[in-house]
């Protein structure tokens, strides 16, 4: 009984396998029944050996490769403008974009014009050379703002014009910090570069030592900018020893 009834479903499923090919056989049939009638129903026929039409499609193949040839960089590149919009696979990529535009972002809080200052100044070699390889107008624009806010003394002279003490505060800061870039005049002893070349030389204490009493404006600025940032806990020492002077708890200062 199990024999038949195999048998049975053997040629039940043979007969499924030659209906399914015999129908998608019929079915190329009629769509290239269809595709040869339509092009008869228009009148195009093409006459294979005629030489007129040989050259023809000589001369259309040409044109194809003519129009095929293109050079990297060209506006109708399409490959390269798709690659160019495709997102970073690997993670190191994926890492330094995403780093980068966090950086773009937060940029015009952190490049203050004390952190530009403080890069002209320093007194590391490697850096020197970098600021002077890469200049950039933003730098002058925060040196002026910096010795507006910070070194032009708010109380002048009497007769003395403010713009004309700015200018020359400004003046002088690029003129001593050329003699430094340069290592010219007071920075031209060799013995004072082989401590800055050292990594373990901190900029404001180097120009405490060798550019405030050499300089009038650029050891100031240096010296200001390239030192260590204080936190809020210096301010609210400060602020909780002025408490205790103005509420008594201490009278004099003895």
């Not at 190329?28 to 294979?48: C, L, R, T, Y």
């Amino acid at each position: 009984m199990s024999v038949l009834f195999l048998r049975f479903y053997v040629n039940i499923l043979c007969l499924l396998i030659g209906f399914v090919y015999f129908s998608e056989f019929n079915k190329e049939n009629k769509i290239d029944q269809h595709a040869k009638s339509s092009v008869s129903g228009i009148g195009f026929e093409v006459d294979e050996e005629d030489p007129k039409f040989l050259e023809d499609l000589h001369e259309s193949d040409e044109e194809e490769e003519e129009g095929d040839d293109f050079e990297v960089g060209d506006e109708y590149d399409e490959y390269q403008v798709s690659c160019q919009n495709q997102e970073p696979t690997n993670l190191t990529q994926k890492t330094v974009s995403c780093a980068t535009a966090v950086w773009e972002h937060y940029k015009p809080r952190l490049l203050t014009n004390g952190a530009r200052v403080a890069y002209l100044c320093s007194s590391n070699p490697t850096i020197i050379a970098h600021s002077e390889a890469n200049k950039d107008a933003l730098n002058h624009i925060a040196v002026e703002e910096f010795i507006k806010r910070v070194i032009l003394p708010r109380k002048l002279k009497s007769g003395e014009d403010p713009n004309v003490t700015f200018a020359k505060l400004v003046d002088k800061f690029w003129e001593e910090r050329d003699d430094f870039v340069k290592r010219r005049g007071f920075f031209s002893r060799g013995s004072i570069w082989i401590t800055a070349g050292d990594p373990n030389t901190v900029s404001y204490e180097w120009h405490k030592r060798y550019s405030v009493p050499a300089t009038e404006v650029f050891g100031l600025c240096a010296c200001l900018t390239c030192s260590l940032v204080l936190g809020c806990g210096q301010a609210e020492r400060h602020w909780k020893a002025m408490k205790a002077q103005k509420t008594g708890k201490r009278t004099n200062l003895g």
